[in-house]
């Protein structure tokens, strides 16, 4: 069946530490990714995407995420956590035959100081 | 710019009352708007898809009757909640996307309305 996975549903990172949020995805090619960003209450911002071309996508907030064809993962990082990066973050997929996302069940971020 | 907006950002009413959910694309056309539910500490689901002029497509399990959408122009769609009872109290976004904004299949979110029925 078709999914997306993000194995990790908290991590608790230090501030100024980096930071490495999972995702994997099952379909039969290759769909559109994202990465969307939660805070409390509020609706999503789109982190970065990829549709194509330079597997290392650069993202607004210093996050950037790495598609990986063989491992089927679209991974997120930041090199240097901020206390404001504490959030809820999803992965998200459209896949290439159709036009709706899917989320994934999302990362709980907590940043301590 | 591609901001999306929602009214009211939160609302409280009874049982047994409806309520109207209004999602708006500010500066850009959305040929197609998208209505999501999140539960606490869950992620979106997809309730419906609307194209303006047409009706909605609902997913799987969502009443038609229950929540229903509407979406008379290229800047507007709106979702009522029917009859709303305890179980419907939810986080509701809607997002948008248009032909222009943003990569293809982009979407642009809205801040959400969180109903609590009573």
């Known amino acids: 069946a078709q999914s997306v996975t993000q194995p990790d549903i908290h991590i608790t990172v230090s501030e100024g530490a980096s930071l490495e949020l999972r995702c994997n995805y099952s379909y039969g090619a290759t769909p559109y990714l994202f990465w969307y960003v939660q805070s409390p209450g509020q609706g999503l911002q789109l982190l970065l995407k990829?549709?194509?071309?330079?597997?290392l996508v650069q993202g607004i907030k210093g996050f950037e995420a790495e598609f990986k064809r063989s491992q089927s993962s679209f991974n997120l990082r930041k090199p240097s956590v901020h206390w404001s990066d504490a959030a809820e973050y999803f992965c998200a997929v459209v896949p290439s035959n159709d036009y709706k996302l899917s989320f994934g069940a999302g990362t709980t971020v907590t940043v301590r100081a | 710019g591609a901001v999306v907006s929602q009214h009211p950002s939160w609302v409280i009413c009874k049982s047994g009352t409806s309520v109207k959910i209004e999602c708006r694309s500010l500066?850009?056309?959305?040929?197609?708007m998208f209505w999501y539910r999140q539960f606490p500490k869950q992620s979106l689901m997809l309730m419906a898809t609307?194209?303006?002029?047409?009706?909605?497509?609902?997913e799987q399990g969502v009443e038609k009757d229950k929540f229903l959408i509407n979406h008379a122009s290229l800047t507007l769609s709106t979702l009522t909640v029917t009859s709303a009872h305890p179980e419907d109290s939810s986080f509701y976004i809607c997002?948008?996307?248009?032909?222009?904004?943003?990569?293809?299949?982009?979407?642009?979110f809205g801040p959400g309305t969180r109903l609590t029925v009573l």
């Open positions: 997002s948008a996307k248009g032909e222009g904004r943003g990569g293809r299949d982009e979407q642009f």
């Open positions: 990829y549709f194509s071309g330079d597997t």
């Open positions: 500066d850009f056309q959305a040929t197609t």
């Open positions: 609307s194209n303006e002029g047409s009706k909605a497509t609902y």
